[in-house]
């Protein structure tokens, strides 16, 4: 008989504990201190450098050792972090900031308006904001060493609020000789000037990765709130333990071997709310969208009818009911609070349309393709659609073939844009904060220009076209009503496919606490501390 994973967590609530499932970490660490946080996070960190990638897990590796420009309280509001002081011009194109005292990087060197200069042009390659404030920018350049100027061609009323989003890639400041290099090539040196300081010493790739406070540190004055203000940091060490088995993730944090497991599976959810000693608790309020995403560029999905097909076969209660029946819905805008719309969604249906989807595979010109779904086996609430997926695409003929690897391995395969017979691929599903996507030039999965949009290289002009005018649309009304335009060409030329929306809590031990709360998937590790 072979025991399935579910089947053997109920074995373990029969037995009455969870504890009795094998702990790897149990043979091989000590307790922790009061000083020492040790976190499961989600998947394991492979690529070092949060401009070059804009997965999560680099992108809390990025908050944890360097620092903003700007950053957003709790109220998304933003708020100066390395600048002290700024202004602009009366014509409103010549931005002028002041860094603020204390600034260093980890070597001990100080932080410098060419730094803040350089990471700019760098996070500017990629970041869609980023492209923007370049796209307008006249001239970016350093006044003196710790002033820098952004002079613009025309104004640019949300430049502030650019610099300040949270959809990675998020503007880290880096030293100039690591911006320097193109934004395709990584920055490996992992010298920032944020509230920790990266232990390469202990470090060991694909298993731990470990941050130590940065006692040269200085926070700003002004209390916590949100990730803007004071970054105090209340321990002195932080590792991030990689483990792949849910079961042992679990018993690691009931036996206080682990402080903090980033992604429990929905099913974990009632063995966590039993164990007194243990708590979920959801940082992100706001949510995440759940995308699938298309290959645009090869065949069968480069037909937009082949794309539609998906579209009408997803069953989005079948998919939630696998990822998180508790905290799952159905999701039909490819937009978040507070311009989420219902345009042009005539297309969904609950249970889905499989005899609608093979009708416009066969018109697409199907002739059974191979179809490579990327397949995150270390991450279940994508590796579950991601099997469900395969299963519904083969129902109606489709020649649909799972690659299972890691996330760190897809985050690198999903950049080819080769065809599958040269280790190409077809989908992969990946997920998104509502709070990201209430920005159409903040969210990367928003773009469709062709070969420089994110993964999947959706393409529409006219669709860009209106994206272009978001700059400029200043009321939440007239920004509604752009969304919905929007919406409705998306739906048409279908960028990609959304599955439903969901909250996903964190696991915590009690003992663990000031955890800060960020409508994006990130997680900031100061002003937590232990009791």
């Not at 070092?48 to 990638?53: K, Q």
């Not at 009708?359 to 179809?371: D, I, S, T």
Request: hydrophobic share 40%.
């Amino acid at each position: 008989m072979t025991i399935s994973r579910r089947n053997l967590i109920k074995m373990g609530v029969a037995a009455g504990t969870a504890v009795s499932i094998p702990s790897i970490l149990r043979a091989q660490t000590s307790p922790t201190d009061a000083r020492t946080v040790r976190m499961a996070m989600g998947n394991a960190l492979s690529v070092y450098d949060p401009i070059w990638t804009a997965t999560n897990i680099t992108a809390d590796h990025g908050l944890a050792i360097y620092d903003t420009l700007f950053s957003l309280d709790s109220k998304f509001t933003s708020q100066p972090q390395m600048v002290e002081k700024w202004n602009v011009s009366e014509d409103t194109k010549t931005y002028t900031f002041e860094l603020r005292e204390g600034l260093s990087w980890h070597d001990g060197t100080p932080v410098t308006a060419a730094d803040c200069v350089a990471s700019i042009r760098r996070w500017g390659e990629v970041s869609s904001g980023g492209q923007l404030i370049m796209a307008r920018a006249n001239e970016i350049s350093k006044k003196d060493d710790k002033t820098f100027t952004i002079v613009l061609k025309e104004p640019l009323g949300i430049l502030i609020d650019v610099l300040a989003d949270l959809t990675p890639p998020c503007l880290f400041i880096m030293r100039e000789q690591d911006a320097s290099r193109p934004a395709t090539e990584q920055v490996t040196t992992n010298i920032g000037s944020g509230p920790f300081k990266f232990n390469e010493a202990l470090t060991t790739p694909g298993a731990s990765v470990t941050y130590d406070r940065n006692e040269r540190y200085v926070p700003r004055k002004q209390p916590s709130d949100g990730l803007a203000g004071g970054k105090i940091v209340k321990v002195d060490r932080v590792i991030w333990e990689f483990i792949a088995e849910q079961q042992t993730a679990l018993a690691a944090l009931q036996a206080g071997e682990i402080d903090f497991f980033e992604q429990p599976s929905a099913d974990l959810y009632p063995l966590i709310e039993s164990d007194p000693n243990l708590e979920l608790q959801v940082l992100n309020e706001t949510g995440n969208h759940v995308c699938l995403r298309i290959n645009s560029l090869q065949k069968p999905f480069n037909n937009v009818k082949a794309r539609q097909a998906i579209l009408h076969l997803v069953d989005q209660e079948a998919f939630m009911r696998v990822m998180d029946p508790r905290n799952g819905r159905p999701e039909t805008s490819i937009f978040g609070e507070p311009i989420s719309n219902d345009e042009n969604t005539g297309w969904y249906k609950k249970g889905g349309d499989p005899e609608k989807a093979k009708q416009l595979f066969a018109e697409a010109g199907y002739a059974g393709e191979k179809v490579v779904i990327l397949d995150p086996t270390d991450i279940p609430i994508l590796d579950n659609p991601s099997q469900l997926l395969a299963a519904t695409l083969r129902k109606i003929g489709v020649n649909a073939e799972l690659a299972p690897s890691d996330w760190s391995a897809i985050t690198t395969r999903r950049a080819k844009k080769v065809p599958v017979e040269e280790d190409g691929w077809s989908i992969f599903i990946t997920s998104e904060a509502d709070y990201s996507l209430s920005n159409p030039l903040g969210s990367p999965l928003l773009l469709a220009n062709g070969d420089n949009a994110w993964y999947g290289w959706p393409k529409s002009d006219e669709y860009e076209a209106l994206r272009a005018k978001w700059a400029d649309v200043n009321t939440i009304e007239d920004r509604k009503a752009l969304a919905r335009q929007m919406q409705h060409i998306w739906w048409d030329f279908v960028g990609d496919v959304r599955l439903g929306k969901y909250l996903s809590p964190v696991a915590r031990r009690k003992t663990l606490s000031g955890l800060i709360g960020v409508p994006v998937q990130l997680v900031p590790m100061w002003n937590m501390q232990k009791a």
